[in-house]
């Protein structure tokens, strides 16, 4: 038997791309089933179908770049990327939505900038900002939770995916987008006044929330990702919360946990913040592009148009994490710090 | 007037600029002439490398430098922010193992020929004596082999040896585990030995 | 309790090292032949001092060092040598390298006078003395780098040791040769480090050893109990026991980048080459074997053997049970930093510590590689604080300033980057490739720098040659001109013409010479050549005027004009000889003018005769090359009759002794010339 030459190490770690994607699919788990819970099949309909366009849609870009079709696959990066898009979109949204979105960020925002890897931008994001920006009425229908309005069985989810023209959908706003409405009643009144508030956010939402925390936990127990970014981030977003809560008063953005606990919070610091191909690398600049990302958001979310900004915030701070690695490069072995001028 | 203090901030600040940041290169004839490898071959058809930079300032193509090979024109290329064209043949073809010249010395005449063609001074001798080629100091230009009466110069190429053997860029398309380069190169001669 | 610090990064691999340890440390035996590489340390390869066919003792020097930073190399025992030739060595590029080759005779004789120089209070020698036997010895750095134990000890004069470290780290799983020693040697390393103690002289000595070798720390504290030497104990992380991550656990101190440890007041040495200077010092034996583990799932009983160096790795896997068919690749060291070796039979060299032949569930051969996702595990893991994701970003698009700019040069390609990537990216091999091409790149310049500066040396060596030779005509020129003005000096009244032709001609030649630099070399020759014609035509028309006046220097204008004349010839010479190497790119003006004939007479008739000869050249140019010689050799040889008659004529009117000289050159030079036209005319021919 010929004797193998190659490099070192001989040894390798138990890691594996295609187990981080798979860890990070299960770790959305718990928020599905609580996003099912609240707002029905809508949600599980959509990641359903909208993980056969992506699939289609990598293998098509793949064959189309001559690479082996079947070993990219298997990385799952293009599940990942419908997953997390499919739970940022409204659940009961129409198939072409859907469709649309998934290719923009296969397509757009990965492939064309050539795989897996060298993405600037976070395809999730990107697919998500394209559809806002094409569609805001299809982008803002919101179901209402359960408890608040009827939750749609899995027929009617069906119905409302694949003939979206029969399907007469119930809507109504979400809390992050009646709290930037108003600005007359003191936030005690608003919640009394209003149904979709609970006891820190809006019903369900607060309850997604924490799923999608606990899944982010797991993956941090995993090693997945680091802390900082996400930390960074919920911290930050905090802090400006508490700075403007004003009390409580009409004119406050909010409390602080209701930040935390409300929209794609929780799911943007541990799904989307945490996306180790558009983030800063260096664990200094993971700080420094989190904490950014919360300012961001609760900047967007008060003063901005739109009903969540963890999108936008993001896409943002994909443009800066080249600049924010270059000078957080950590001092190497053997140089004194500020030595090397970058 | 807003207008007016504006234009005159950042032109006072672009002014800062251009003197804080002012960049001190040598002229750029001698920035090409020091991506040039120096052998003075003359491949490229000027009379030594310096001639052929200032012939490339002057708009001449990057392309005919063979012993400077695709790494010259890619360092040319992005020096003068031109596109990287592959190299001329007519000029010669690139071989990435340096040469050196050997005389053949007891078939040398001392005819000085040579040496006098040699653009670095690396030949050694006398007339009606042997002729040497100081082997570090050779780079490998081939204008010796020419002028020889008794066609006694070789260009001998440097092989592959444990001391100047290294590792291989592994290939990143690849989906072959990554072998060294010795295998890959034995792979490769072995399918053109086939075709 | 000392302080203990921690290093950036850093893996925890699974160690496998309880496999190899459950048996002592074995003689391995004298294989039948034993290669012996020439080169098993870095710096210069040693030069063998035995002969094909020579018997050789165990322990006999058969080859010595060259240069400073090298070492001998010994017989590891008795036989004969059977040959001195490139054998296949412990390589990864599986190039062969010069080995001396002996047939052992199964005697393991020492050479006789071997352990003369043992001496155990080697407290009384001096250093320097120390220093040589531990090169005698052959000791080279045994953990694997294999530097010369002796360089690495002679620290710069000047400098102060304050630490001195023994490595008994052995971080790389699997390996556990030195684990195996500490337990069973201890006392021999104990009594190395009491010698490069003394040789150094630090203020305190650390033997820094992992916790996962609980019996070799035992061991060691045991045989340190009544010493100043003190035994630390850190914990386990890959790769502590690179000497800069061992420096920074035992003393907080980083070594600058490109320095050496002994900028910051520290010497590393291996546990193993204590021991071997022990041996070389107080046994007086050389460097002939060493503890080897020998481990993984394809030999059946993994142990550490103690193995004569050059004993072939087939020899030394069979004694361990070793299962070829599940063997998928053979591995010099450990599973981190190790090399696969080429081939079963290169032989076991100094730095061989470990022989790692595992099977391919052991050590899965490497999947292919997957697009980076810069997840930052490696930039996490990186011992040397660096950014793997982005060095391999550069490296790919060989970006080398960038791989520069983030100090590529520090990276200890310990593997740990690549190990934990989940990508299953082959960094490594990125770094080591662009090191290498880096430093050829490097090189490289510095050679084409080289060439530039000679280049340069040469073409102004050149010139000043021209110049010089410009220099001297010119000077030879004003020496005629001085002895022309003597002449009219003495003459009657024609002193103010010359005078003022010779100011003509100074003005003319320094604005020639000024404007040489400008004009080009044809424009240069062309006027040399109109300028020395009209010379030539004044010289003659004041000739014939001083013969129709009867004035006596005529001999001296005689002179000049024949001077005139040969440089005209040489002017002419120097154009046509320009015209003809530019022939190809300037081939129509191929018309130079033929020597006027050596006449006295009116100047209309030289000049007439000049563009005879022009409008001959002219003719013959047009001719082909034989017809023009033949031709040439006939107006030659109608030239030197007509000389020789005019010769003949002078001397028969007794003529002044000048112009029978120069009418004497002149047929000469005819001479010569004919001849050089007959062979020419011979030469085209035969052709």
Redesign the interface.
Known sequence: ?A???????????P???Q??MQNVLLATVPGIVVLTHFFGFGTLVNILWGSVVALACEALALKLRGR?VG??LK?C?ALVTAFLLCIALPPYAPWWLIAVGIASSILLAKHFYG????NPFNPAMVGYVVLLISFPLQMTQWAPPRGVGEVPGLLEALQACFMPASYDAVTMATPLDVLRQNNSLLLEDLWKETAQFGRWAGIGWEWVNIAFLAGGAWLLYQRI??WHAPVAMLASLALLAALFYDGGSSASGGSPLFHLLSGATMFGAFFIVTD??T?A???RGRLIYGALIGVLIYTIRVRGNYPDAVAFAVLIMNFAAPFI?HYT???????KRGE?K? | MALVGLAAVFGALLGFAAIRFKTEGNPIVDQINEILPQTQCGQCGYPGCKPYAEAIAGGDRINKCPPGGEAGIQALADLLDLEVIPLDDEHGEEDPRPAVAFIREDECIGCTKCIQACPVDAILGAAKQMHTVIASECTGCDLCVEPCPVDCIDMIREEESLQNWHWALPNPVSRQVEIIATDAAQATSGQDRAA | MRKIFDFHGGIHPPENKHQSVQRPIAFAGVPPELTIPLSQHIGAPAVPVVEVGQRVFKGQVIAQPKGLVSVPVHASSSGTVTAIEDRLVPHISGHSAPCIVIATDGKDEWLPDIGDSATPDFEHIDKPELLERIRAAGIAGMGGAGFPSAVKLAVKPGVQIETLILNGTECEPYITADDVLMRERAAQIIGGARILRHIINPQETLLGIEDNKPEALAAMRAAVADTDLQVVEFPTKYPSGGEKQLIEILTGKQVPSGGLPSDVGIVCQNMGSAAAIYDAIVLGRPLISRITTVTGDAVREPRNFEVLIGTPMRYLLQQAGYEAGKNNRLIMGGPMMGFTVPDHAVPVVKTTNCLLAPTEAELPTPPPAQACIRCGLCAQACPASLLPQQMFWFAQGKEFDKLEEHNLFDCIECGACSYVCPSNIPLVQYYRASKAEILKLRRDHEKSEHSRLRFEARQERLERAEREKEEKRAARKQAAEAKAREASSAGSGEQDPIAAAIERAKAKKAAQSAGEDSSSELEKLEKAVVSTRKRLDTALAKLREAKDQGADHIDALQAGVDKTQAKLRAAEEALNAYQLANASTNGQNDAGAEQPTSDDSAPSAAQAAIERALAAREAEAALPPQERARANLEKLQQRLASSRAKLAQSRDAGEAEKVIEALESSVERLTEKIAAAKQQLQDLESA
């Open positions: 038997m004797l193998m030459r190659i490099t070192s190490p001989h040894a390798h770690g890691m594996s791309t187990r981080v082996d070993f990219y990385d990066s795989g897996l890897g060298y990702f680091t180790p191909v983030s690398v260096s664990l690695d490069q950590p001092r190497t072995y053997g140089h090397h970058p």
